[in-house]
């Protein structure tokens, strides 16, 4: 397993932000490689925000592209990367759904920005 990697300047300038993630199944590096890729895209873009919709929208999953028209953002179909859903309590708010978009302006990351974790096969 690679060794974890804590980003000091980064904590230094934004906190230290603890959060959980879901996954599926898969190897432990692969779980590596899909948090190191969120945390660069977090870091480099942090422009979040959470809406609330019914529950005809669940159908979104996390990790997929929405456009989002909201008049507090002055957001006219702004393209974002959704974070997180999570479905409220059926006895609390029934049919709710609260969803964590992130605002994307351009390219998410460049393929230059990370190096292997693994060194490169060598084939007889």
């Known amino acids: 397993m690679p060794p974890l990697v804590k980003r000091e ?4 300038r934004m906190g230290e932000i603890e959060n959980q993630r879901t996954f599926a199944t898969m190897r432990q590096s692969q779980a590596q490689r899909h948090l190191e890729r969120m945390a660069r895209i977090e870091q480099d ?3 979040f925000c959470t809406l ?9 999953p996390p990790g ?3 456009t989002v028209t909201h008049s507090i953002p002055k ?3 702004q393209l974002c990367l959704l974070i997180d859903i999570t479905a409220r309590s059926s006895e609390a708010s029934p ?3 609260e969803f964590t978009p992130q605002k994307i302006d351009g ?3 460049s393929d230059k ?5 693994q060194p490169g096969l060598t084939l007889p």
């Open 113 to 117: 920005a990370h190096t292997p974790i």
């Open 45 to 47: 873009n942090p422009v």
């Open 9 to 12: 300047d980064s904590i230094r």
């Open 64 to 66: 997929g592209f929405v």
């Open 52 to 60: 609330t919709g019914d529950g005809s929208s669940i159908h979104v």
């Open 75 to 77: 957001w006219d179909r």
């Open 107 to 109: 390219s998410l990351y």
């Open 95 to 97: 049919d709710e759904v």
